[in-house]
């Protein structure tokens, strides 16, 4: 299973930014999905996931800014961030049943 996550980049407050995140050897349909992120000095946390059903789950900070979707066809599952602050500047992962992790992909907001 292979996960690479894209779409990070710099931007200002209030910004916005997809992540997308393509899976090899595993089912994004089919299970279940998430995006974690890690600041430095924090620990990582759940963002969003989005299980087999579709039902689909917030941390509460991004409720409301962030959406998590997938396009089966592509087995790619996204993340749109909007109304970004500057505590949402980590290292973005998407994960497979937290077994398998990507390399992450960074957001920095200033």
């Known amino acids: 299973v292979q996960l690479v996550e894209s779409g990070g980049g710099s931007v200002q407050a209030g910004g916005s930014l997809k992540l997308s995140c393509i899976a090899s050897a595993y089912n994004t349909e089919s299970g279940y999905m998430g995006w974690f992120r890690q600041a430095p000095g924090k620990e990582r946390e759940r963002v969003a996931s989005?299980?087999?059903?579709?039902?689909?789950l917030y941390e509460r900070s991004v409720k409301g800014r962030f959406t998590i979707s997938r396009d089966n066809a592509k087995n790619t599952v996204y993340l749109q961030t909007n109304s970004l602050k500057s505590e949402d500047t980590a290292r973005y992962y998407c994960?497979?049943?937290?077994?398998?992790w990507g390399q992450g992909t960074q957001v920095t907001v200033s």
């Open positions: 994960a497979a049943e937290e077994t398998y």
């Open positions: 989005i299980d087999y059903d579709g039902t689909t």
